[in-house]
């Protein structure tokens, strides 16, 4: 028999047998015709593709039934009819019924070719084919590397990456040194971990830091075309522990620090500024007065930072920062002389203007804070305190005129020597041509005697008794000169007179030093007379060069205390 023949014979059996299967469950809503439509339908139901059957000369690797689109393929099940041979004619309709998921229906099969016809063009086959064996190449390489850093990443990283940041660090900053603890990366996560880093700067001052982890930094763009800090770190996160930095004398310390680009966050733990020397080293150093800082902050968050603004160094923005538990502490040596001025120390304006790119904190929050001011006489005297407890701070609009800002606003309260609460407010505008800003506050009642913590190491005067019921000022500064008043009403204050290098009462001098004052220079009392009159101290200070903002603002104000509780026959000493 010729293959004409036999072909005819065998599409002759299979037509009979597709026309004689019985009902096999609820089929298809909709069917294209199995010639005209094969495989075109892609709205997720079976097609039969029955020119590979019909056209026995090809026929490719498919299924009868095959899934055009849907979730998965379906499940046929079919009862089968005794076979008969029919020879179809050319054109007749062959319906078939067919049972898929609960559903029937019938497929008609049009236009019934010859069983020798070629078959429909292959152009889509072919492309499907390179197109999945595109994905499957790509698939292979991921895998593939995916396996190699897996595997074998952090020995490459370690003996190639390592030293060659060592030696490059090294070259740009002659002098200096660094060394790396063990790199680790995990390529599913995309994460870099470095066990511990060791840095000395080309002064000398050490730097480390323990356990470093970075994610989701796109470290194929360091590598192609310019790179763009912005884009490398878009989702980048870091998280280092155990930072520790020498800065001149002091040394900055940060137990966790974390900071997440896509949460536009920063936030640090355990924060200190210490000194890495004794009190007594570090004033024997200079000849002149110094001042000691100390600084201890629980945890200090930034939301809002602006961080494709800072990474191309645009900007410097942040939405809020937030400062908990705060202690900050001073100490200085009234035993030396005051150093030779050489230049004043910047006012908030001036150090806003020397930022050159737009500065904004929308705002500034302090909770539970503490500050100490402390002043020692000579060297081994227990120095004279003058503390704020429960401070709260909250300032408003921080920004240069660069970003928009016109004035600061600022509202702290605390707690004076733990006995009256202080509440002040400020108002500075941040572009002034000169020294320009107002305060304002009240004291609530409080037992003056508890100010000896301060007069006592400081101090000429100490404090035997006296209370106040109230304190009012509000002061005025404008050029660097403050003008203000000060209203406050107290009873029976009597002081002591002590020597201003030993802090002693004791004396011929100092006993009649403290009668004349108490008799002539200070006044008892300030309560409101018949006509509900009361004195007012006067403000009147204009700023020394070497003062600070803080120290500027408090000289001002004790101006008006000490107008206040004056006689008029002398300054109290």
Known sequence: MEMGEAAADLFSRVAAFAKHVATIGVGLERTTSAYNNAGANRSGIASPTMWPVLNM?????????????????????????????????????????????????????????????????????????????????????????????????????????????????????????????????????????????????????????????????????????????????????????????????????????????????????????????????????????????????????????????????????????????????????????????????????????????????????ITDGLIKYAARRFEGAEPGVLKFSAVQISAKEIANAAAGGQAIGLLAEGRLMDAGTMIVQMRIPVAPSTLAFQYSGKLSAMDLTRLDGYMDGSGRIQIRSGSASEALFDIDVVGGHAHGALRGVYRDLQVTVVDPDTGSERGVTNRVATILTNQLKVRNENTPDKAGALKAGKVDYARKPEETFLQFAWLALRTGVMDLISLQAGPIP
């Open 57 to 365: 000369g090809r026929v490719p690797k498919r299924t009868f039934f095959r899934r055009a689109g849907g979730p998965r393929y379906h499940k046929l099940i079919a009862r089968i009819a005794p076979i008969e041979t029919v020879q179809p004619e050319r054109g007749q309709v062959l319906t078939i019924s067919v049972m898929r998921l609960g559903r029937l229906a019938k497929v008609s099969l049009k236009n019934l070719t010859d069983p020798l016809a070629a078959p429909p063009p292959a152009r889509n086959m072919r492309k499907r084919a390179r197109v999945f064996k595109a994905i499957a190449a790509s698939l292979a390489i991921v895998v593939l590397v995916a396996a190699v850093f897996h595997f074998s990443g952090d020995a490459l990283l370690n003996r190639f990456l390592r030293p060659k940041l060592e030696r490059a660090f090294s070259a740009h900053l002659p002098g200096s040194s660094l060394h790396l603890g063990a790199f680790r990366y995990d390529f599913w996560s995309n994460r870099l971990g470095c066990d511990s880093v060791a840095m000395t700067r080309t002064d000398g001052a050490p730097a480390s830091a323990g356990l470093i982890s970075a994610t989701g930094v796109h470290w194929g763009r360091l590598l192609v075309g310019k790179p763009n800090p912005a884009q490398i770190f878009s989702s980048a996160q870091l998280e280092v522990t155990d930072l520790s930095a020498v800065l001149a004398e002091y040394r900055v310390r940060c137990g966790h620090l974390r900071i997440s680009v896509p949460d536009s966050e920063i936030a640090a733990q355990a924060l200190t500024l210490q000194l890495v020397m004794s009190d007594e080293a570090f004033f024997a150093s200079a000849p002149f007065r110094r001042v000691r800082y100390q600084l201890a902050v629980a945890s200090c968050s930034l939301r809002g930072v602006g961080f494709a603004e800072l990474l191309n160094g645009q900007a410097y923005r942040a939405r809020s920062v937030e400062l908990a538990g705060p202690v900050f502490e001073s100490l200085v040596n009234r035993d030396k002389p005051r150093r030779p001025l050489t230049e004043s120390p910047p006012m908030p304006h001036e150090a806003l203007a020397a930022i050159t790119r737009p500065f904004r904190i929308d705002r500034l929050t």
